[in-house]
Nanobody, 128 residues
Framework: QVQLLESGGDLVQPGGSLRLSCAAS????????IGWFRQAPGKDREGVSCISSRDGIIYYANSVQGRFTISMDKAENTVYLQMNDLKPEDTALYYC?????????????????????WGDGTQVTVSS
């Protein structure tokens, strides 16, 4: 069973930066997708950025394009989310999730229903 552990969430001022980490264990295949999702109070869960381990294909939500960067360290089974120029609307609980589905691996699709294993989340709060 795949297990995921997020870290790196914090309170930061607008315009600041954070780097989130997602450490995966229990992987049984070299091919998978890892996604970062977020959920703010009263809002639906949103796919922020996803990456495929097979081809390195990446997806970014329009709301974070140009500000966030996802990367993968295959040797460490860790996926990072570098978040720059943070805005108050980025405040949310950030989750990482794993998908073994071919559709996610092939296209880095960032739909939550395609991801079967989830971490417990790390809180990001952007406030002055």
């Amino acid at each position: 069973q795949v297990q995921l552990l997020e870290s790196g969430g914090d309170l930061v001022q607008p315009g600041g930066s954070l780097r989130l980490s997602c450490a995966a264990s229990g992987l049984t295949s070299d091919y998978y997708a890892i996604g970062w999702f977020r959920q703010a109070p009263g809002k639906d869960r949103e796919g922020v950025s996803c990456i495929s381990s097979r081809d390195g294909i990446i997806y970014y939500a329009n709301s974070v394009q140009g500000r966030f960067t996802i990367s993968m360290d295959k040797a460490e089974n860790t996926v990072y989310l570098q978040m720059n120029d943070l805005k108050p609307e980025d405040t949310a609980l950030y989750y990482c999730a794993h998908s073994a589905y071919e559709s996610a691996i092939a296209t880095a699709t960032c739909r939550a229903r395609g991801y079967g294993s989830w971490g417990d989340g790390t809180q990001v709060t952007v406030s002055s």
